[in-house]
Nanobody, 127 residues
Framework: QVQLVESGGGLVQAGGSLRLSCAASGRTFTNYAVGWFRQAPGKEREFVATISWISWTVSEADYSDSVKGRFTISRDNAKNTVYLRMNSLTPEDTAVYYC?????????????????WGQGTQVTVSS
């Protein structure tokens, strides 16, 4: 079983940047796809980004249209950690951000496909 812990959230001004981390324990991220989702108050949880596992050094990323070009997902398999670099943040990016893991190599956009979730980290972007 993979346990996930997010960190790196906080308060930032519009136009700023943050880097979120998702650290795994219990077992490695090998052969696990990892995704980031977010949930704003009063809204449903939405897909942000996902990264596949192809090999120890190769992965593929996929993004929602709302963050493409601004966010970058990456993984450091040696550190058992997945990152979400967020640039050009806007108030619309304010939400609790969750990372999730799913056994299997392919990245996926559907929350129900993920079996392991972190507790979330708050990101607040002020205007």
């Amino acid at each position: 079983q993979v346990q996930l812990v997010e960190s790196g959230g906080g308060l930032v001004q519009a136009g700023g940047s943050l880097r979120l981390s998702c650290a795994a324990s219990g077992r490695t991220f090998t052969n696990y796809a990892v995704g980031w989702f977010r949930q704003a108050p009063g809204k449903e949880r939405e897909f942000v980004a996902t990264i596949s596992w192809i090999s120890w050094t190769v992965s593929e990323a996929d993004y929602s249209d709302s963050v493409k070009g601004r966010f970058t997902i990456s993984r450091d398999n040696a550190k058992n950690t997945v990152y979400l670099r967020m640039n050009s943040l806007t108030p619309e990016d304010t939400a609790v951000y969750y990372c999730a893991a799913a056994a299997g190599r392919l990245g996926r956009r559907v929350a129900d496909d993920y079996t392991n979730w972190g507790q979330g980290t708050q990101v607040t972007v002020s205007s």
